[in-house]
């Protein structure tokens, strides 16, 4: 009598890895992950991803999630070396990133991501990335060559010139910034005006991430040599946002703050301002040589800033800096950002003890977005498409109404 063992299948190769501190954190990374790749993947924390990444095991490996949020920011340079290795063994690398810093963002990117997808993950937004990489549709920023036509240049505009800075780290310069442009560029449909965002946070400038658009080396080319370069170039080096906004973002490399001069940041501004009836400048939380340059430029200037003691100071060393050199500082307009709401009494008694203290005025202020605010900058779209009922956009939207409103009368005026 002889027997014969059933026989059983082959296990499946794992063709998939999520790489995180904790992938429980992540629940609908595990949902989306099953859904995509069923039986086929594996789970592996930042301390064991490197030692498997050089395993023959990996070489299987089709892609990996690596999985991060704001918690994991202090373990950066352990999750780029994970990245680097993944793609020195040509592995795919999606990055799920949950309130994760632009900055930090950006270096993860630059390490080789090929994929990013905000957390919590939008409904099928996953499995899109996984077809992405599999029908090898190049890396997620867009290639040059796909780039849409500059706007044609006009010479005939005198337009508004608006800075935004932040007084203090995370005050939500570029938030205004970024919402405020994009609700000028809509505020009035049958004859929308002509606005352009310029970001001159050379370094760690964000408004690429915050819009979903690529950076082109063409910016970095119009900051080294001004002199040369006409509004022709400086439109060609522009990148539009839904055909309404126009945006010279950041240089794609970290570059220093001098490497432009006050007569650079003056011709930059003058070169916008005939081209756009509206100029938004997102400015560095650093004041350098060309900061006063902005200002004598600005209309009005906004200046962000919180409820506490470091907003407090650094607006105090602002306003003697500007006022013993004797420069305007009565352009500055002063947002407080993350206001105290109507029924909280305590936070407005602050906040006009804060202005007193500081003998300023605040005259915008600004809710708390919430998560809204993160989730919309992630997936890289204004407010007002991303969170169009959000306190916050509703007061965005009504700044940008009433600067409409005293530019196009101003206008009338002097016709």
Same mark, same amino acid.
């Given at each position: 009598?002889?027997?014969?063992?059933?026989?059983?299948?082959?296990?499946?190769?794992?063709?998939?890895?999520?790489?995180?501190?904790?992938?429980?954190?992540?629940?609908? @990374?595990?949902?989306?992950?099953?859904?995509?790749?069923?039986?086929?993947?594996?789970?592996?924390?930042?301390?064991?991803?490197?030692?498997?990444?050089?395993?023959?095991?990996?070489?299987?490996?089709?892609?990996?999630?690596?999985?991060?949020?704001?918690?994991?920011?202090?373990?950066?340079?352990?999750?780029?070396?994970?990245?680097?290795?993944?793609?020195?063994?040509?592995?795919?690398?999606?990055?799920?990133?949950?309130?994760?810093?632009?900055?930090?963002?950006?270096?993860?990117?630059?390490?080789?991501?090929?994929?990013?997808?905000?957390?919590?993950?939008?409904?099928?937004?996953?499995?899109?990335?996984?077809?992405?990489?599999?029908?090898?549709?190049?890396?997620?920023?867009?290639?040059?060559?796909?780039?849409?036509?500059?706007?044609?240049?006009?010479?005939?505009?005198?337009?508004?010139?608006?800075?935004?800075?932040?007084?203090?780290?995370?005050?939500?310069?570029?938030?205004?910034?970024?919402?405020?442009?994009?609700?000028?560029?809509?505020?009035?449909?049958?004859?929308?005006?002509?606005?352009?965002?310029?970001?001159?946070?050379?370094?760690?400038?964000?408004?690429?991430?915050?819009?979903?658009?690529?950076?082109?080396?063409?910016?970095?080319?119009?900051?080294?040599?001004?002199?040369?370069?006409?509004?022709?170039?400086? @439109?060609?080096?522009?990148?539009?946002?839904?055909?309404?906004?126009?945006?010279?973002?950041?240089?794609?490399?970290?570059?220093?703050?001098?490497?432009?001069?006050?007569?650079?940041?003056?011709?930059?501004?003058?070169?916008?301002?005939?081209?756009?009836?509206?100029?938004?400048?997102?400015?560095?939380?650093?004041?350098?040589?060309?900061?006063?340059?902005?200002?004598?430029?600005?209309?009005?200037?906004?200046?962000?800033?919180?409820?506490?003691?470091?907003?407090?100071?650094?607006?105090?060393?602002?306003?003697?800096? @500007?006022?013993?050199?004797?420069?305007?500082?009565?352009?500055?307009?002063?947002?407080?950002?993350?206001?105290?709401?109507?029924?909280?009494?305590?936070?407005?008694?602050?906040?006009?003890?804060?202005?007193?203290?500081?003998?300023?005025?605040?005259?915008?202020?600004?809710?708390?977005?919430?998560?809204?605010?993160?989730?919309?900058?992630?997936?890289?779209?204004?407010?007002?498409?991303?969170?169009?009922?959000?306190?916050?956009?509703?007061?965005?939207?009504?700044?940008?109404?009433?600067?409409?409103?005293?530019?196009?009368?101003?206008?009338?005026?002097?016709?």
């Amino acid at each position: 009598m002889s027997s014969t063992a059933p026989l059983q299948p082959e296990p499946q190769p794992i063709t998939a890895c999520t790489i995180s501190r904790d992938v429980q954190l992540f629940d609908l @990374l595990i949902e989306d992950m099953e859904a995509a790749m069923g039986e086929n993947w594996g789970d592996l924390g930042f301390a064991d991803a490197l030692a498997f990444l050089e395993q023959p095991e990996a070489a299987d490996l089709e892609f990996v999630a690596v999985a991060l949020s704001k918690e994991d920011e202090p373990q950066l340079a352990l999750i780029a070396d994970i990245i680097a290795h993944a793609k020195r063994r040509s592995i795919k690398v999606v990055l799920i990133a949950d309130e994760v810093s632009p900055a930090a963002l950006h270096q993860l990117l630059r390490e080789g991501g090929d994929e990013f997808v905000p957390y919590p993950l939008p409904e099928g937004e996953l499995a899109q990335a996984i077809e992405r990489l599999r029908a090898g549709g190049g890396p997620l920023l867009p290639d040059a060559g796909d780039e849409p036509a500059a706007p044609r240049a006009t010479d005939d505009r005198s337009g508004v010139v608006i800075p935004v800075q932040g007084l203090a780290g995370g005050s939500g310069a570029t938030t205004l910034a970024v919402n405020l442009a994009w609700e000028l560029a809509c505020v009035d449909r049958k004859t929308p005006p002509r606005v352009c965002l310029i970001d001159l946070d050379l370094q760690f400038g964000s408004t690429a991430t915050y819009l979903d658009l690529p950076r082109r080396e063409a910016v970095l080319e119009i900051l080294s040599d001004t002199a040369s370069a006409d509004s022709e170039s400086l @439109l060609a080096a522009m990148m539009p946002h839904k055909e309404r906004l126009h945006v010279l973002t950041s240089p794609s490399e970290l570059v220093p703050l001098d490497l432009i001069g006050p007569d650079d940041v003056a011709r930059l501004i003058e070169m916008a301002r005939v081209n756009f009836d509206y100029v938004v400048i997102d400015m560095p939380s650093n004041m350098v040589d060309w900061s006063e340059t902005v200002l004598q430029a600005a209309h009005v200037y906004f200046a962000t800033l919180e409820l506490d003691m470091r907003s407090a100071q650094n607006t105090m060393r602002l306003k003697r800096a @500007l006022q013993s050199e004797d420069l305007p500082f009565e352009k500055l307009r002063f947002v407080l950002n993350r206001a105290p709401g109507f029924t909280d009494l305590s936070g407005k008694s602050r906040a006009r003890r804060l202005a007193d203290s500081l003998g300023i005025s605040i005259e915008i202020q600004l809710p708390d977005g919430g998560r809204a605010v993160t989730q919309s900058a992630d997936h890289g779209t204004p407010l007002a498409e991303g969170a169009a009922k959000s306190p916050l956009r509703r007061e965005i939207a009504k700044l940008a109404r009433s600067v409409h409103k005293v530019n196009t009368a101003e206008a009338k005026a002097k016709a």
